[in-house]
């Protein structure tokens, strides 16, 4: 098991008071750091909070904010549902395809990006709609998709230094 990933289940465990009850804390935390739940992650908490794995994917399963997968850091949606379709949904949804090189479920090789597909997100009169990270684009084209994701992928590098 990679000693740095035991190292921060174990620092996360011990902010919680290493409680069983704080369990969807520690996931929350534990996502917070990998962006998904990495089963290494989720092997060492189980022994190191004396908790079955079935209780701990319960959890993780049950609560869809809980990703097993990995995921990329900013997630973007893209609403298919009537309203948004008959706007040109499906336009968009192929601009962000083939801009980041992915499928709807698929994240991108430098784990930037998640691309999801929903019906409705209940804001129809401003569609089609994008959805990035929590944020709305409303009344999209597939002309402003490469802008917002620059301003995304600018963020990060100045983040970073
Ligand atoms: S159909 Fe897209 S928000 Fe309702």
Redesign the pocket.
Known sequence: MDPEVMDKVEKIVDKYKRKKSALIGILQDIQAEYNYLPKEALLHLGKSLGVSLIQIYGIATFYKSFSLEPRGKYLINI?L????HVRGAVRILEKVERSLDIKPGQTTKDSMFTLETVN?????AL?P?MVVDGEYFGKMTSAKVDKILKTYKNNEKNQNG
């Open positions: 609403c549902g009537t309203a948004c409705c997100l209940g804001a129809c569609g709609l």
